[in-house]
């Protein structure tokens, strides 16, 4: 089971900018890929980006692209999601997961609000 602990939550003004961290407690990070949902009240979870084991693959919800910048540090077990140009509509939880075959752990997810 990898333990996450995200950061970087908090409140920002329409098209300011955050950047999040999700720290990993786990022997194999770099054999994990990492992602980034969110969830906003009385939606689903949607995935937001998702970095592969090396960082050499990134993918993006459309919604994010061109704004959203994911990425890894395998030497701090460490993924990042730099948000620029933020939006109301960015507000949610963010929840960091880790992958690996069947094997999933979320962290308990930080809280983004964009708002004027």
């Known amino acids: 089971q990898v333990q996450l602990v995200e950061s970087g939550g908090g409140l920002v003004q329409p098209g300011g900018s955050l950047r999040l961290s999700c720290a990993a407690s786990?022997?194999?990070?770099?054999?994990?890929?990492m992602s980034w949902y969110r969830q906003a009240p009385g939606k689903e979870r949607e995935l937001v980006a998702t970095?592969?084991?090396?960082?050499?693959?990134?993918n993006y919800a459309d919604s994010v692209k061109g704004r959203f910048t994911i990425s890894r540090d395998n030497f701090k077990k460490t993924v990042y999601l730099q948000m620029n140009s933020l939006k109301p509509e960015d507000t949610a939880v963010y929840y960091c997961?880790?992958?690996?075959?069947?094997?999933?752990?979320w962290g308990q997810g930080t809280q983004v609000t964009v708002s004027s």
């Open positions: 970095i592969t084991s090396t960082g050499a693959t990134k």
């Open positions: 997961n880790a992958a690996r075959g069947i094997l999933t752990s």
């Open positions: 786990v022997f194999s990070f770099n054999t994990y890929a």
